[in-house]
């Protein structure tokens, strides 16, 4: 193993995601090293946010095709052109991966790459393609991985996950779907919509189950009544075995579904254990994430951690954001800051849109809030009612007597949008009644549900 002066770094960073970020023009006197196993750009570029947002997109055309009869237009879905909806998005993304690696191989005369897998083998030491580097500083961003399920003969058939299912060669005829969460559900309305049928396997009693319960029951029943999705609740996979052409899953309830194509969306496990953090001296928490403090810090001086291998929210903005509490943190210690997760909102892209951010109602009355809530219908407002909207609706949950808002939940179209004047007030500490009159709200626009959600 070689070990010499040249290997020593004034920073490591390990991971590409939002980790490449932490690298600032303000470390242009810094040695630095990068390290990357796999493609540039992490999850969300590669195979998250940006390339299934690409694809509901499409999703979400096809789908306002289809249901255009109801306004009056005759239209219809003649053909899906799989490949083409595929090769668009890569074309475009793959594109910007190798180049943020060129980027930062040959433009960043003070950046080492190391193209490789690094694992720590002591405080501040890490090893790379039998290399071992040090610094005075780390930064572990090496992100989250998909968990596969429990299910015996799992081995045997090809599963799919979040990070192959969008790069297959053919549209699936029939598609399973073990998982009832964000991943499934977006890729459930994406597959359905390009006409493939789509068989949700869901152990708990609805979909989305950790969001409010009234956003989740009238999801779950929106989402069933789809004429080809099938959603089976309380429903666990047991074994699977390979078939001509697929596979046949066995349920606990004696159901054998036959697909040809099957996707864990189970949720998504830190990479702590492939970078050997505890070996690095780094404390975990019991799920594996990295233990950070307010400053992102982790249990050992010098290392810092951030993103999905450490934060309780698995989500790119919330990453974004504990990089620049890092990027700060390195160049001005001094003067350190600390991370803002009061309000972290998550949308999920789906049809409907679910997008929520605070407390649930169950969650604020169990904190002893007295609590007020609005439940507003998109249709009883004049762009929901020109829209024939029969289903969306805008919750709010606050507390009575600080007049504050707790939690915010809108399920239906543009919802990702109409969320963000609730962040905003949120932050700005504004009470409802502040957010309600304090400004001019468009006539008829969309967000008069919001409007009318605080009036209520």
């Known amino acids: 193993m070689v070990q010499t002066n040249e290997n020593h770094f004034d920073l490591i960073v390990i991971g590409t995601g939002s980790g490449n970020s932490v690298i600032s023009d303000e470390m242009a006197s810094w040695r630095i090293a990068l390290v990357e196993e796999g493609v540039f750009g992490g999850t969300c570029l590669n195979v998250g946010c940006i390339p299934t947002k690409m694809f509901v997109h499409v999703a979400d055309a096809a789908e306002t095709v289809r249901h255009a009869h109801q306004l009056g237009v005759d239209a219809c879905v ?40 690094g694992v720590f083998v002591g405080e501040r030491t890490v090893v790379v393609n039998n290399q071992q580097i040090t610094a005075d500083r780390i930064v572990v961003a090496v ?11 799992l081995n045997r058939v090809t599963v799919h996950t979040s990070n192959t299912v969008m790069r297959v060669d053919q549209l699936p005829k029939h598609l399973v779907i073990i998982g009832g969460g964000f991943i499934a559900s977006e890729m459930a309305h994406v597959f359905a919509s390009f006409g493939s049928h789509v068989t949700m396997v869901v152990r708990g009693d609805m979909l989305l189950r950790d969001h409010d319960h009234e956003i989740s029951s009238a999801f779950t029943e929106m989402v069933s009544a789809r004429p080809n999705i099938d959603v ?29 194509t099957l996707l864990a969306a189970t949720g998504r496990i830190p990479n702590s254990d492939t970078v050997a953090a505890s070996a690095g001296g780094l404390a975990l928490h019991p799920d594996g994430r ?19 291998v450490s934060s309780a929210w698995q989500l790119k903005h919330v990453a974004n954001h504990e990089m620049r509490t890092v990027r700060h943190n390195l160049l001005h210690p001094d003067t350190p800051r600390s991370s803002d997760h009061r309000f972290v909102p ?46 969306s609706i805008c919750k709010l949950i606050a507390d009575r007597t600080t007049r504050k808002l707790l939690g915010a ?48």
Request: net charge negative.
């Open 232 to 260: 089976l609740l309380q429903t666990k996979p047991v074994s699977v075995e390979p078939t001509e052409g697929g596979f046949a899953l066995h349920l606990d309830n004696g159901t054998v579904l036959h697909g040809d």
């Open 409 to 456: 939940h809108i399920m239906g179209p543009q919802s990702s949008t109409l969320i963000q004047q609730l962040i905003q007030g949120m932050s700005m500490g504004q009470t409802v009644d502040e957010m309600a009159h304090n400004q001019y709200w468009i006539h008829p626009a969309l967000p008069e549900v919001i409007e009318n959600a605080l009036l209520g």
């Open 346 to 391: 998550s949308a999920v892209f789906t049809r409907p849109q679910v997008a929520t951010v605070g407390l649930t109602e169950a969650a604020a009355r169990a904190a002893g809030h007295d609590v007020m809530v609005k439940v507003q219908k998109y249709g009883d407002v004049a762009y929901g009612w020109a829209m024939e909207d029969t289903h």
């Open 290 to 308: 990295i233990v950070v403090d307010e400053q992102q810090r982790t249990s050992v001086a010098g290392v810092w951690a951030l993103g999905d």
């Open 78 to 117: 003649e053909n899906v052109r799989w490949a083409d909806i595929r090769d668009r998005v890569f074309s475009r993304i793959d594109p910007i991966a190798s180049g943020g690696e060129e980027y930062r191989t040959h433009r960043c005369p003070n950046v080492t790459v190391f193209k490789g897998h």
């Open 143 to 153: 992100g989250a991985r998909p968990h596969m399920p429990d299910v015996a003969g």
